[in-house]
């Protein structure tokens, strides 16, 4: 997934300083992989393994005004995730944890907030409350 925008520097620390400190639940459509993790609809190579993940390459990306590092793209509203490649067979809804330290760029993608962080903490596949749909 790549943003269609990215907000302004200065919009992105006002909308980070109304999050709360700590972990904050974000939403992914992802895929389960072999039944050891999740993995990304897009970039398939990296899986989400339950714990601390961390992006693996940082390159600017976008031909926005305002480029932003690769890294993992999450949505703070579940209703977003859900809408997004909703037709995709087997995919799944989860929920995922982040720290506003960790985000590095926010934007929108198809009119919906996406953040934009250099890690996650993934639920287990075992961990089936963290299905939202």
């Known amino acids: 997934m790549c943003l269609d925008m990215r907000f302004k520097p200065e919009v992105e620390k006002k909308m980070i300083a109304k999050l709360p400190d700590g972990l904050i639940t974000v939403y992914r459509r992802v895929k389960a992989h072999r039944g050891r993790a999740y993995r990304s609809l897009f970039f398939t ?16 990306i976008g031909r926005l005004l305002y480029l932003y590092d690769s890294g993992y793209h999450s949505f703070r509203v579940v209703g977003a995730a859900k809408y997004w490649h909703r037709n995709m067979h087997a995919t799944q809804v989860i929920k995922f944890q982040i720290r506003k330290e960790w985000i590095t760029a926010i934007g929108k993608q198809k009119s919906r907030v996406v953040y934009v962080t250099d890690r996650i903490i993934s639920p287990s ?7 939202v749909g």
Do not use: F, P
């Not at 190579?45 to 600017?60: D, E, T, V, Y």
């Not at 596949?125 to 299905?131: G, H, M, N, T, Y």
């Open 45 to 60: 190579a990296k899986q989400l393994r339950a714990g601390m993940n961390k992006a693996w390459i940082s390159h600017n």
């Open 125 to 131: 596949l075992r961990d089936k409350s963290a299905v």
